[in-house]
């Protein structure tokens, strides 16, 4: 069961993560023509390579969609991102080691393309993700681009295949930042990556990191409180140890449960991620009953009776797509509950021969600890919230030999401070 229930949450997540790729996200945007500005919303999806044309409306609800792509506008900006549209030259020969050949030569390609805009400066640093995944710096001085060469490449040494860099990239900084000579030892630490060239050109231009735009809105960390409630369907079972137990068919249990949120939004992936912590009021009480029968005179009636109420720290990473007005997310994490109240009640009944006798006695040891893993789907809508979410915990058996699960499904309405 447990399984059987892992697997559809993955499945539910893999279609989620197919639907939301499709799905428009509009957001507020300028287009730059050569002789127009045009304001509205821009169909943005942090892109991980760079777009080859932009879906923009003057409204979000009426507008109609217009199709831009570099040949059409000058550039654009959305969400503190600045693209221009540009010609510019670039090697397209792979970086990736499968790919790699014996030839040291340049593939150069000349194309009409978006370039994104990393720092803004006197010398300025743009990035373009080709169509093959591969990352290409620039650098922009007096209106003129011009890309940072880095080339891998192979040669035999010794009969045996080794990789080569050609880092003209450096030779270039060198020149271009002349006028700058304490830079030159960082010149030659810098590696061919977004981190180390943005660095490298805040320094030149004199740049504090805090105090750029993009970067600035990237690194914060942004802090979120709610409160939700909703209602938890939970099931118990038990395997091993005590026979009687392991054979008895628990009852499902329908409890509220309240709590609140603190959700730590990542300066990463402009806060797509964020860490979520919970403090949450669960709990569910159940029973069975089990039939000894050895003949119409003579049985054995066996009731179990749990009841227990949890305070629970929960603590999970979360990941949002973003809409326009909202988000869709999906989290894991785990669960770590105390009980604060508990009530486990075992009752004999017997009949022999018309002989009734009843013991009721506290049912096995149980434990107060109960540590669970938990999955979750949801919906964020302005201030508003919903959760479906699954946990399996370990249950409340004390005894090395019984083992227990409990599967609780809850079903969850949020509000956002």
């Known amino acids: 069961m447990r399984n059987r229930v892992f697997f559809v949450l993955v499945i539910c997540l893999f279609?989620?993560?197919?639907?939301?790729?499709?799905?428009?996200?509009?957001?507020?945007?300028?287009?730059?023509?050569?002789?127009?500005?045009?304001?509205?919303?821009?169909?943005?999806?942090?892109w991980d390579?760079?777009?080859?044309?932009?879906?923009?409306?003057?409204?979000?609800?009426?507008?109609?969609?217009?199709l831009f792509t570099p040949a059409d506008i000058s550039g654009f900006e959305v969400q503190q991102d600045k693209y221009i549209s540009t010609t510019v030259v670039y090697d397209e020969s792979s970086c990736e080691l499968n790919q790699l050949t014996y030839s040291s030569e340049l593939a150069e390609v000349t194309d009409l393309v978006f370039l994104?805009?990393?720092?803004?400066?006197?010398?300025?640093?743009?990035?373009?993700?080709?169509p093959n995944g591969k990352e290409h710096f620039f650098i922009s001085v007096n209106d003129s681009i011009q890309e940072l060469l880095y080339k891998r490449y192979l040669k035999d040494v010794s009969g045996k295949k080794t990789v080569f860099t050609y880092d003209k990239y450096k030779g270039q900084l060198t020149y271009f930042f002349r006028d700058n000579a304490a830079l030159r030892k960082d010149i030659q630490k810098a590696e061919y990556n977004r981190t180390s060239l943005v660095s490298l050109f805040n320094k030149y231009n004199g740049i504090d990191p805090a105090?750029?735009?993009?970067?600035?809105?990237?690194?914060?960390?942004?802090l979120e409180v709610g409160v939700f409630g909703g209602v938890s369907v939970s099931s118990i079972e038990f395997s091993g140890g005590i026979p009687e137990l392991v054979a008895c068919d628990f009852s499902s249990s329908a409890k509220p449960?309240?709590?609140?949120?603190?959700?730590?939004?990542?300066?990463?992936?402009?806060?797509?991620?964020?860490?979520?912590?919970?403090?949450?009021?669960?709990?569910?009480?159940?029973?069975?009953?089990?039939?000894?029968?050895?003949s119409d005179d003579c049985y054995y009636k066996k009731e179990y009776s749990f009841a227990y109420d949890y305070l629970k720290l929960n603590n999970s990473l979360k990941y949002r797509y973003l809409l326009t007005n909202g988000a869709i997310y999906a989290l894991a994490g785990i669960?770590?509950?105390?009980?604060?109240?508990?009530?486990n009640n075992y009752?004999?009944?017997?009949?022999?021969?018309?002989?009734?006798?009843?013991?009721?006695?506290?049912?096995?040891?149980?434990?107060?600890?109960?540590?669970?893993?938990?999955?979750?789907?949801?919906?964020?809508?302005?201030?508003?919230?919903?959760?479906?979410r699954?946990?399996?915990?370990?249950?409340?058996?004390?005894?090395?030999?019984?083992?227990?699960?409990?599967?609780?499904?809850?079903?969850?309405?949020g509000y956002w401070f």
């Open 15 to 46: 279609i989620m993560k197919v639907n939301v790729v499709g799905q428009s996200n509009y957001q507020p945007a300028v287009i730059y023509t050569q002789n127009d500005t045009l304001k509205g919303f821009l169909d943005y999806k942090d």
């Open 49 to 66: 390579r760079t777009p080859k044309e932009v879906s923009f409306k003057s409204s979000v609800k009426t507008g109609d969609k217009q």
């Open 116 to 130: 994104k805009r990393l720092v803004d400066g006197e010398k300025s640093l743009y990035f373009y993700n080709d």
């Open 211 to 222: 105090e750029t735009v993009s970067d600035k809105e990237s690194r914060k960390l942004v």
């Open 257 to 294: 449960t309240v709590g609140v949120s603190l959700d730590v939004r990542l300066p990463v992936l402009r806060g797509k991620w964020s860490i979520c912590n919970e403090l949450q009021y669960a709990g569910y009480s159940t029973e069975a009953t089990l039939l000894d029968y050895i």
């Open 335 to 343: 669960s770590n509950g105390i009980a604060i109240s508990s009530e």
């Open 347 to 388: 009752l004999l009944k017997c009949n022999s021969f018309g002989i009734q006798s009843e013991r009721e006695d506290e049912g096995f040891n149980d434990r107060k600890h109960e540590q669970s893993y938990l999955l979750g789907l949801g919906g964020i809508w302005g201030n508003w919230s919903a959760e479906l």
């Open 390 to 413: 699954y946990e399996n915990g370990n249950g409340i058996s004390g005894y090395d030999g019984l083992k227990s699960s409990t599967k609780k499904y809850f079903f969850l309405l």
